[in-house]
Every structure is written in C-alpha cells, then in structure tokens.
C-alpha cells in the first residue's frame, strides 16, 4: 500500500526538477523553514512532511557568527545523517559546506531535539554508494549535483557527546 508521503514525493519531485523551482525554491523556502523551526522549537520544518529534515546549527567559516541552515538529510542506519551541499543545483557551494569544512564541530535540530555532531566529509570512494542511498529516498537528487557542473560536497554528522560545561562550538 502506498502511503500519502510516498504520493506527495511522487507529485512534489519533478517540480523540484523545474528551473523555475531551482530559482523560487531557494529565496522562499529557507525564510520559512528558519520562522517554523523557531516558532515550534524545531520540532517542525515544512520540508519534513515529505522528507527527513534537520537544522543545521554552525559557526560561519568567515563571520565567526553562528548560522542555521535548514536541511533535508538521510539518515546512514548507524545513527548518523547525511546532507548533501547541492545549493539547489546552483554553481556555487552553499555557505554552510564552507561552515562545516571551518568548523567540523556543529549541532543539529531533529524534531526537537538537539544534538552535538562532527561533520566529516565523505570520501570521493563512498560518494557513488552515498549518493545511492540519498536517491533511495529522494530520486533523481543527484540530479542537482549534475546540472550544478561542481562536484556536492556530502557530509557525514556524527551525533557526539561534549562534556557539560565544555564550549559549544555552535549555538
């Protein structure tokens, strides 16, 4: 039996394929998700109904000021989250791949919860599997990583535990 989210991804990704999604997507969508995830204490992002979706807390790589990003991940079965840096297909890197290459030491919000992780960026040798993985639940992404014409920067978050009263390196 196909569930309600299999049929909302089903319609909703190949209008994420569109150009015109490529260029709305990223200037409305980010703001939105950025309010609900503040107003429901992170435990919803719009992005979440259909997909897995975090947000990410870092340092900026240039500012030192910290920054969110809201992200859809997936999730390794070992615990850990994958995100891919694909910018919407767009030509440049987003800002938070440029974050965590600064500051690999970050915080996620999943439903509520926040967590310390160490981001590692995953090696060219897995990217093929990775990218697999990612696409068994979101098909064609990779797809933005191909029109973008750069290669995505894919990150492993591994959740950590910081010791109580060591310095937080994200907000």
Do not use: C
């Not at 891919?84 to 987003?94: I, Y």
Request: proline share 8%; aromatic share 6%.
């Amino acid at each position: 039996m196909t569930s309600a989210v299999d049929v909302v991804r089903t319609v909703i990704a190949p209008l994420t394929r569109t150009a015109w999604w490529r260029k709305l997507a990223p200037i409305v969508l980010p703001p939105i998700e950025r309010l609900l995830s503040r107003v429901s204490r992170g435990r919803f992002q719009l992005s979440g109904i259909i997909v897995p979706s975090l947000m990410l807390h870092t340092i900026g790589a240039k500012s030192g000021e910290p920054r969110d990003a809201p992200l859809m991940y997936t999730a390794d079965g070992r615990g850990r989250a994958i995100v891919a840096g694909t910018n919407w297909a767009g030509a440049k890197h987003p800002a938070w791949t440029a974050n965590l290459l600064a500051h690999p030491d970050a915080d996620i919000t999943v439903r509520g919860r926040r967590m310390a992780v160490h981001a590692t960026l995953i090696p060219d040798e897995e990217r093929d599997a990775t990218w697999a993985l990612m696409e068994a639940q979101w098909p064609d992404y990779r797809d933005y990583e191909r029109d973008s014409g750069r290669t995505a920067r894919i990150f492993i978050l591994q959740p950590v535990h910081r010791p109580s009263g060591a310095a937080e390196s994200a907000p």
